[in-house]
């Protein structure tokens, strides 16, 4: 008997509710379900925080909906994790923080904008590069215009999310310090969890290779937004490469210290 044939079914609360490739909302929509519709889950996971509810469902088809829309009858865990086998790491003893230079490496490249508007390829962004989920980034706590602190706060509050999924995706073979661990969530934190899940960098550290040369070679790579070469790309890539290749005897990756 196949697992999603024992997975328990639930009904769908929101509207028009999409399902994922990832836990998060960063990943790309690979289907919807309508309020209503019950949906089978096989396991669940930790991911983006919906409305307070961190929780994720991996339902039959093989995608990710937030549990925040889906009526299981319980706060918490209905049934078995997901996890297992060599896709993922150990999601919950990784830096689920970053150091100060990436705080301040991800800061500086994103730039400072104190109330919602366009980034450079017509997303609207907040604060230092929180791209904004709902009208006039209606989800962000803080008051508007934000100051650089509250802008921090919530740079900090983003953070976890590309942490977790990056950490989903690192197998626990890689090992990573601190600035490594940095300078890759900075990336995936520029470029979104589905690029970083599907990417050949990602790949190669799975496979065993060395890490600051799989950085070397394929961080410059990544260049371009709106199908164009970007130079602020081409000089943060430059600046997580030296990062990443900085030494450090803090091990972040799979277990923080």
Known sequence: MSATSLAASYPITGTTVNCRSGPGTSYGVKKSYKKGQSVSISCQTSGTSVNGNNIWDKTSDGCYVADYYVKTGKNGYVTSKCGGGSSGGSSDSHCKKLNAAGVNLIAQWEGFVSS?????????????????????????????????????????????????????????????????????????????????????????LNKGENPNTVASQELPKWRMAGGRVLQGLVNRRKAEVKLFKTASSKQAYPKCQ
């Open 116 to 204: 919602p508007k366009p980034d450079p390829i017509g997303l609207p962004t907040v604060g230092y590069g929180h791209l904004c989920k709902k009208k006039g980034c209606a989800e962000v706590k803080y008051k508007f215009p934000l100051s650089k602190t509250t802008a921090k706060q919530l740079l900090n509050d983003d953070l976890s999310t590309y942490t977790a999924c990056l950490a989903k995706v690192l197998n626990s073979k890689v090992k990573l310090n601190d600035n490594q661990w940095a300078a890759l969530t900075s990336w995936t934190f520029n470029n979104g969890c589905g690029n970083a899940a599907s990417s050949t960098l990602v790949k190669r």
